[in-house]
Antibody, heavy 114, light 107 residues
C-alpha cells in the first residue's frame, strides 16, 4: 500500500532552518511528483510547492528564495527545507503525492519559537 | 493566482441530511479540481479528483460535479464520520490553490 512517512516534530529558533523528510513506499517513486502543503494552527491548507517526477520544482512566490524541495530517488525520499524561519512558519507541514493529490503524509509539526 | 472560494464557510446539519458545498474559481480551471476531507488533528484525506472522480475506497455517498468555474461536493446522507472540514483545490495552473474550507458541524 502507498505510504508517505514524514520525519518527526521540530522546534526551531527564529532565523534557523528546518528540513522535513517524506519517505515514500508502496509505489514507484519516480512516477509521481510530491507536493508540500502547510497548515498553520487553526488555519486552512496552503500549497507551498511541488517537485515533479523528473525533479522540476515550482514554488509559491511567497517562499521563493527560502524554500528548497528535493528528492532522493535512491531512498524514495522527498525533502523540504525552509530557511530563515519566522514565528509565522509555525505549522504542520504535509507531503502529498501526485498532480492531483491522492495520498498524504501524516504531517510534521514545525514550531518556531525563541 | 487563481482564487478558490468555498461556500458556505460552515454549516450545521443532521445525520441523514443531504449536504452540498460549493467551490468557485475566479477563472476557468476546466475540471482540474480536487476535494479533500480533514478531521481535527489528522492529515487531509483525498475524496475526489477531476471534479467528479472518486478516489479508490471513497464511499459513493460523496459525489462531485462542475466544470469551468463552478463546482459542488455533495454528501448524499450525512453520517457521524462525515463531520469534518472540506477543502477544494485547483490544479489547473501554478500555484495550486485551496479554498478556505467548509466546516460541517452537527446540528
Amino acid at each position: 500500500q502507498v505510504q508517505l512517512v514524514q520525519s518527526g516534530a521540530e522546534v526551531k529558533k527564529p532565523g534557523a532552518s528546518v528540513k522535513v523528510s517524506c519517505k515514500a513506499s508502496g509505489y514507484t517513486f519516480t512516477s509521481y511528483g510530491i507536493s508540500w502543503v502547510r497548515q498553520a494552527p487553526g488555519q486552512g491548507l496552503e500549497w507551498m510547492g511541488w517537485i515533479s517526477s523528473n525533479g522540476i520544482t515550482n514554488y509559491i512566490q511567497k517562499f521563493q528564495g527560502r524554500v528548497t524541495m528535493t528528492a532522493d530517488t535512491s531512498t524514495s525520499t522527498a525533502y523540504m527545507e525552509l530557511r530563515s524561519l519566522r514565528s509565522d512558519d509555525t505549522a504542520v507541514y504535509y507531503c502529498a503525492r501526485g498532480v492531483y493529490i491522492d495520498y498524504w503524509g501524516q504531517g510534521t509539526l514545525v514550531t518556531v519559537s525563541s | 493566482d487563481i482564487q478558490m472560494t468555498q461556500s458556505p464557510s460552515s454549516l450545521s446539519a443532521s445525520v441523514g441530511d443531504r449536504v452540498t458545498i460549493t467551490c468557485r474559481a475566479n477563472q476557468g480551471i476546466s475540471n482540474y479540481l480536487g476535494w479533500y476531507q480533514q478531521k481535527p488533528g489528522k492529515a487531509p484525506k483525498s475524496l475526489i479528483y477531476g471534479a467528479s472522480n472518486l478516489h479508490s475506497g471513497v464511499p459513493s455517498k460523496f459525489s462531485g460535479s462542475g466544470s469551468g468555474t463552478d463546482f459542488t461536493l455533495t454528501i448524499s446522507s450525512l453520517q457521524p464520520e462525515d463531520f469534518a472540514t472540506y477543502y477544494c483545490q485547483q490544479y489547473s495552473t501554478y500555484p495550486r490553490t485551496f479554498g478556505q474550507g467548509t466546516k460541517v458541524e452537527i446540528k
